[in-house]
């Protein structure tokens, strides 16, 4: 079963790592957040479940997405300067759902 993860969840748990420092956030639900211009880097995120989720412009890199699933989210970056940002990163989305 998923753990789901909530926008305050997520913000506390990053706020409290120490710089740098991975985070394992494997086998997680995220739904129905706006996760948009987030830095999001060094998250391992296999096996979780993005559900309507706005990753525009965020900073992924040196994330881990493997069997991740991708339902109705997007990964859009936005303007010259802004840009979902992936370097590094580990994405092997087998499953993805625009709806």
Do not use: H, T
Not at 27 to 52: A, H, M, P, T, Y
Not at 67 to 92: K, M, T
């Amino acid at each position: 079963m998923l753990r789901k993860i909530s926008a305050e969840e997520l913000e506390r748990i990053i706020s409290e790592r120490k710089e740098r420092e991975p985070l394992d956030l494997s086998g997680c639900l995220f739904e129905d957040l706006d996760l948009s211009g987030w830095d999001l880097r060094q998250i391992n995120f296999d096996k979780s479940d993005f559900r309507n989720v706005r990753l525009n412009s965020a900073d992924l890199s040196g994330c881990s997405a493997s069997n991740a699933f991708f339902q109705g989210s997007s990964l859009r970056g936005g303007g010259d300067s802004a840009r979902c940002f992936f370097a590094f990163g580990r994405f092997q989305i087998l499953r993805y759902d625009r709806s």
